[in-house]
């Protein structure tokens, strides 16, 4: 039953957020009179002590014991005699272990978005070095039209932004301190929550000591901005993996983040991304685990949320390691710019402008433009041509287009067409630098 009931093996993850709880607890029971100043001073040296022992190895973690909080209470009254007993006057364990688990979210959200950040200026680091290098856009995974790669990357920075944001938005909306609710429905002690909050470096204290001593609101999102991001380094993973194969040939990962095969020495694996795409679902577990806990549970506070904690801890330090080592991989990525421009010859990406053309030029209606398009498909397929490898001569040979202008030759040039595409958020060249202008001042104001 002891090893069943008992937390103390995984929540000691929270010692420091306890002793630190627990120092403000003390400091506002001193400043109401609720405790002595002396007794205060004895519990805040002792607390100190342990916090030192812990890290030092020296402490002793018993299962006995049940758990962090009371671990570190038993000890703490173990060093400094009865003044330790009344460290806990006018809180329970329910807003203890919800204080200590929504600093500790609070203190990792704030690593997140900081490893985020990284992340997103590496990202636009690489792209302002290839804002000129074609590669083929795709949609289905088939070629589409001619775009840039720093385009294609400063999309991801996009994605990373937006998680950026919501840890962001999730700090600010779960700065609320649960202290002093106590079991359920608050406490008869002259205690001011207010300062408790301040001290702990809340914004205030929550609202409702009922809803507060079972609310995991803040643990879920945590979770559920962890799993979003992960999705995004899993999409950013796929892609890696399909441009180092044979098949496409854009990159090449370094040496120092990928393996060979066990019975094959010529092969290159690109077993990081493949871990950072398989760690993606143990994430999306641990939300869904959470999830499945909270949905049936009544008011207030239930054992039932004694689960709530690992599968945090674990999504936390798979979103630490994961964006370190996304950030590594696409920093030491070497990119080949020949083999991503050839690829784009591939599929007739300027399709497109030549339809737009005869809309444009020739006063076409599109769906017309759209099959006089598809005739100069087919006669490009026939000589085995790229449609932007036609000479002038060779496009003439259609019936509808025999006389048109030269000038058509410009348009499905790739890179014309790149950069034919200029509205707001295109990939044009010019469009490109101004995204990455945007993120760069971004990146300086956070």
């Known amino acids: 039953m002891d090893e069943f009931n008992a937390s103390v093996m995984f929540d000691k993850e929270l010692y420091l957020q306890d002793i630190k709880g627990s120092i403000a607890h003390s400091k506002m029971l001193a400043l109401q009179g609720i405790i002595t100043t002396e007794d205060q001073t004895k519990i805040e040296e002792g607390l100190l002590k342990v916090k030192d022992e812990i890290e030092n190895g020296d402490f002793i973690w018993k299962i ?5 909080h009371m671990a570190i209470e038993n ?67 088939q070629h589409a039209q001619p775009i840039n790669f720093g385009f294609h990357l400063m999309a991801y920075a996009n994605m990373f932004k937006r998680d950026f944001d919501r840890f962001e938005s999730s700090y600010s909306r779960n700065n609320i301190c649960p202290l002093g609710s106590a079991a359920l429905a608050g406490t008869p002690h002259n205690i001011d929550r207010f300062k408790t909050a301040e001290l702990l470096g809340f914004d205030s204290p929550t609202l409702s000591a009922l809803d507060t001593s079972s609310n995991r609101d803040f643990a879920l999102e945590i979770l559920f901005n962890i799993s979003t991001s992960m999705m995004h380094i899993s999409r950013l993973s796929e892609e890696l993996i399909l441009w180092s194969s044979y098949e496409f040939g854009f990159v090449k990962i ?55 904690k690992e599968g945090v801890f674990d999504s936390v330090a798979t979103m630490e390691i994961s964006l370190d080592i996304i950030t590594a991989v696409m920093d030491t990525l070497i990119i080949k710019v020949e083999a991503m421009e050839e690829a784009c010859k591939v599929g007739h990406l300027s399709a497109t ?10 006063n076409i209606p599109f769906r017309k433009a759209y099959y006089i398009t598809k005739d100069v498909v087919e006669l490009s397929n026939s000589l085995n041509k790229d449609m932007s490898e036609l000479n002038i001569n060779e496009i003439r040979k259609i019936d509808e287009l025999k006389d048109i202008d030269k000038d058509i030759i410009e348009y499905l ?33 956070n």
Request: glycine residues 6%; proline residues 3%; negative net charge.
């Open 64 to 68: 006995e014991d049940e758990d962090v």
């Open 254 to 308: 370094s040496d120092e983040y990928a393996t060979t095969s066990s019975i094959m020495p010529q092969k290159k694996n690109p077993d990081v991304p493949e871990l950072l795409r398989g760690k993606t679902g143990r994430v999306y577990g641990n939300l869904m685990s959470l999830l499945t806990v909270m949905k049936g549970l009544p008011l207030a506070y239930n054992k039932d949320t004694q689960e709530d």
């Open 75 to 141: 000890r703490l009254t173990a060093i400094i005699g009865d003044a330790g007993g009344r460290l806990h006057t006018a809180r329970s364990r329910n807003d203890q272990v919800a204080t200590d688990f929504a600093l500790y979210v609070q203190d990792k959200t704030l690593v997140i978005k900081n490893k985020l950040k990284v992340l997103i200026q590496t990202l636009v680091d690489i792209a302002s070095k290839h804002t000129d290098t074609l590669i083929p856009g795709m949609t289905h995974l």
């Open 353 to 362: 402008d030549l339809a737009d053309y005869l809309v444009q030029k020739a």
């Open 413 to 445: 040039d790739l890179r014309n067409s790149m950069n034919a595409r200029d509205s707001f958020g295109g990939t044009s060249n010019q469009r490109t630098l101004e995204q990455i202008d945007i993120f760069k001042n971004w990146l300086k104001d």
